[in-house]
């Protein structure tokens, strides 16, 4: 199969013939119809994630057609269209038994684990457990950004944050979870403020339903309190670095939510939480991760109502041979950049 490889931790990426996967007991081959290209996977090329080893094949937001089925698996056959969440849970330990699989004590990730979605064809674990069936009407592409940027922000909003009409939630970060947080919160009845340093970032969340965009780059937390009236009721760090965790944790008004979606890899340095104010104004800091599959039906039936639409946060369709830049090139162009011809 044709797929994207790199040989050394941000050396060169290449398109090259490498041998198709088969599919693992209780699992499957999918043959890909869309990939999604993420700041996580420019995080495991840089040599970020302890389980990448080399060479390796990145690529973990994706959909597309079952291609061989292993043995065990019960629910899935050859042809059916199907996404999955990146974390492919086992569906065996305690976490799983309790619902929470998305926090699996031994999952397996598609382009951190073992070689991933930015190729012709893939492999995934425990079939019955991780596959979501895509809806004839809904395409490749669009499932393809459900399986970590939109699915991510919509556990974080909807699950984790709780958020409620009316209030105010500020997301700091205006990627591709970013900016599937500012459209998903804006749909609940929240009022948004979107925080970048990229204008067309900033623009992009306007028309997606934010109130306010501020640059990132100026005092955030005061110009946050002073829109609205004391802080935000709910704080999202959605890119994943020191200061947008820090600015996120200050923009919180009393007894404020912040929650941390964007990967902090400790390579790229630990931020100083201000304790004194989580303990003082009675802040709740959470951490969201993923969203397990048995989760996925409230959000396919959104999108099926017409309450969410994630195209518009699809701003390029791209080849396998695209791949390479568009990767290198991560949180320079906003929207969601999809792989969908290989």
């Known amino acids: 199969m044709r797929a994207l490889v790199f040989d050394s931790f941000g050396g060169p990426l290449e398109i090259r013939d490498v041998p198709a996967p088969e599919p693992p007991p209780g699992g499957v081959v999918v043959r890909v119809g869309g990939s999604g290209i ?11 994630d302890p389980d990448v080893v080399l060479p390796h094949v990145p690529g973990h937001e994706l959909a597309g057609a079952v291609a061989a089925v292993g043995t065990g698996v019960r629910n899935w056959s050859v042809g059916d269209r199907v996404t999955v969440p990146f974390v492919n849970a086992c569906g065996t330990c305690a976490q799983c038994a309790s619902g929470e699989q998305q926090v699996c004590a031994r999952q397996t990730q598609p382009g951190f684990t073992h070689w991933g979605s930015l190729a012709e064809f893939v492999a995934l674990d425990a079939a019955d457990v991780n596959l ?4 004839e009407e809904l395409d490749l592409s669009t499932a393809a950004a459900l399986g ?9 909003v909807v699950q984790v944050a709780r958020v409620r009409a009316g209030e105010w939630v500020a997301v700091h970060g205006c990627g591709g979870v970013g900016l599937s947080a500012v459209q998903i919160a804006a749909a609940a009845g929240a009022r948004v403020i979107a925080v970048d340093v990229a204008p067309g970032a900033l623009a992009l969340a306007r028309q997606l339903g934010a ?7 100026t005092d955030v937390p005061a110009a946050v309190a002073e829109l609205t009236g004391g802080g935000a009721h709910v704080s999202l760090d959605a890119l994943g670095a020191a200061v947008t965790c820090i600015n996120s944790i200050r923009s919180l008004r009393p007894r404020g939510r912040h929650v941390q979606v964007g990967l902090l890899p400790p390579a790229q340095g630990r931020p100083e939480v201000p304790m004194e104010r989580v303990i003082g104004l009675e802040l709740q800091v959470l951490g969201s991760h993923g969203m397990a599959a048995h989760a996925y039906p409230e959000l396919l039936g959104l999108i099926a109502a017409g309450r ?6 699809i701003t390029r369709r791209l080849s396998l041979d695209d791949a390479a830049a568009a990767l290198a090139e991560v949180g320079r162009r906003p929207g969601i950049a999809v792989v969908t011809s290989f």
């Open 308 to 313: 969410l639409d994630p195209r518009p946060l």
């Open 148 to 156: 970590c940027r939109y699915a991510t922000a919509f556990r974080a």
């Open 132 to 135: 979501v069936g895509v809806p």
């Open 38 to 48: 993420c700041r996580s996977d420019w995080h495991a090329w840089q040599g970020h």
């Open 211 to 217: 109130e306010h965009a501020l640059d990132g780059g």
